[in-house]
């Protein structure tokens, strides 16, 4: 694979070059302390746009259980830390949207359909890469640590990330603090820097269109009918 995918992408913040090169300022440091590192990094090259807040959260999702937290989040990225103490696996969910995982520490294997050998990604080495519509069985066997970014439909990527807290750990309050977070930093976005007001925009218009073909619909049926 070329390094296309590493390159900026239109009408998105994140640069996953400037977000690894961030990290790698990181690495050997106590993860604690790289934390802050690349908050501080992340808030110095995108100011506004970073929590510099740190709040840890369970997640389920595809079967795999970790811990993150929201550094960013709007409605077409998102950057959060990942990670587990004692490992985990799981399917990666596919979506209409990439999803880049820089390691801090440990190790994750990745296997792809119709590949039989393992992509293993430790924190010297690339990013581990979910394109568009592609799936992927990953697996931490110990502790492992990420710094993760995402670009695309994000609001699309919230049913895979919540649904094992709904119909499997029946966990009401991970689903409410991942929520509330994402909601917050989002809104935050919009009326600060105006993150993604362009997609506001659109949905307001659709929103819009479908309510007036819904009041004048008996109007313009009768006229195509009489």
């Given at each position: 694979m070329d390094n296309d995918y590493l390159l900026p992408k239109k009408k998105c913040l994140f640069d996953p070059r400037v977000l690894d090169k961030i990290r790698k300022k990181a690495l050997g440091k106590p993860i604690e302390k790289g934390f802050d590192i690349i908050i501080n990094g992340l808030d110095r090259e995108y100011p506004g746009h970073v929590c510099k807040k740190q709040n840890w959260i369970f997640n389920n999702a595809g079967g795999a259980m970790g811990q993150l937290s929201l550094i960013h989040?709007?409605?077409r990225e998102y950057v959060i830390f990942f990670g587990t103490c004692i490992g985990?696996?799981?399917h990666s969910g596919r979506y209409s949207s990439e999803v880049y995982d820089f390691l801090l520490k440990g190790e994750m294997r990745c296997e792809y359909e119709g590949r039989f050998k393992a992509e293993?990604?430790?924190?010297?080495?690339k990013?581990?890469?979910?394109?568009?519509?592609?799936?992927?069985?990953y697996c931490v066997k110990n502790e492992a640590w990420m710094l993760e970014y995402a670009r695309g439909s994000i609001i699309r990527m919230l049913p895979f990330g919540?649904?094992?807290?709904?119909?499997?750990t029946?966990?009401?309050r991970t689903i409410f603090r991942i929520m509330k977070q994402y909601a917050k930093l989002t809104i935050r976005g919009l009326l600060t820097k105006g993150k993604d007001i362009d997609l506001v925009i659109k949905f307001i218009l659709l929103a819009a269109l479908l309510a007036c073909l819904y009041?004048?619909?008996?109007?313009?049926?009768?006229f195509f009918l009489s």
């Open positions: 989040a709007s409605l985990t696996e799981g293993v990604h430790v924190p010297s080495g990013p581990a890469y979910l394109g568009n519509k592609m799936v992927k069985h919540l649904c094992d807290s709904i119909f499997s029946l966990d009401i009041v004048f619909y008996p109007t313009i049926r009768g």
